[in-house]
């Protein structure tokens, strides 16, 4: 069973641990403030393990972040023990992806009802991550503490936009299936092990604060703020990105040459 002293924290809440809206909302606030999307392992070659005593030890105990099954399996986790009736739901990625594509379902998202209406919620999509509660009403515009959101349904799915600089853009599609660990750890395994995959071939992190988001894709750091500017940094040695790393995401990198080695063939091809 998850720590919920150790989660909490972590995320640095001290609220109250009741199955309520406003328990939810402060939860998903500052988990995704507080733990980064990355995918270190995957580019060092290391396995990704979903099960909860892993999950805890990375993410809570060693202070790292990681990606879409490893933010959501542990933040279920979490919710499950306040009582809160959680579904895991898997969706088709479209942001980046040319329209026409036929793609396979390898991001998580979660499916939960509290007070008679049903929230998706979703901790692990990187750079866009929403970090509020959706209700699950297609054609209204979400307020959250970053950009606004909307779902979009169409023949029994749903499509989750993000309104970015006046337009909607389209970020995955799923529908309420629900999910199971296997169906998970399949995906998770190709995406932390086939040669193709971006996530082990590229370095990738991504956090919110308050009023930006900052954004790593290989050794360019991006940082776009809530006031509609932004900036670029190209990071020019393996010790500007484990600074940045530390500074901007929280993570505690880990040591040893394996990850060094794999920034330094990154930099070289760049």
Not at 48 to 72: A, I, M, W
Not at 158 to 164: C, G, P, S, V
Not at 246 to 253: A, D, M, S, T
Request: with cysteine.
């Amino acid at each position: 069973m998850i720590n919920l002293d150790a989660y909490f924290d972590r995320i640095g809440y001290a609220g109250e641990r009741t199955a309520t809206l406003d328990t939810l909302r402060a939860i998903v606030v500052r988990h995704t403030e507080a733990i980064a999307f990355e995918n270190l392992d995957p580019l060092r070659g290391q396995p990704v393990h979903l099960d909860p005593t892993s999950l805890e030890r990375k993410l809570v105990t060693e202070r790292r972040g990681g990606y879409c099954f490893e933010q959501n399996l542990l933040l279920r986790h979490v919710l499950e023990v306040l009582g809160f009736p959680v579904i895991g739901l898997a969706a088709r990625v479209l942001w980046n992806a040319p329209d026409n594509a036929s793609l396979p379902r390898t991001h998580m998202a979660l499916h939960l009802e509290v007070g008679g209406t049903i929230y998706i919620v979703d901790v692990g999509f990187g750079g866009l991550t929403p970090t509020a509660p959706l209700r699950l009403e297609p054609g209204i515009e979400q307020a959250t503490p970053h950009e606004p959101f909307r779902l979009v349904e169409s023949s029994r799915e749903f499509t989750l936009q993000a309104k970015i600089a006046g337009g909607w853009k389209s970020l995955y599609r799923f529908d309420l299936q629900p999910q199971l660990l296997a169906d998970y750890e399949v995906i998770n395994w190709y995406l932390s092990n086939h040669p193709s995959s971006r996530f082990v071939t590229n370095l990738i992190a991504a956090r919110p604060t308050r009023d930006r988001r900052y954004a790593l894709f290989n050794n360019q750091l991006n940082v776009y703020r809530l006031d509609g500017t932004s900036e670029r940094h190209h990071l020019a040695s393996v010790s500007e990105i484990r600074a940045a790393l530390e500074k901007h995401f929280l993570i505690q990198p880990p040591v040893g040459p394996q990850l060094d080695a794999m920034l330094e063939r990154m930099l070289a091809g760049h």
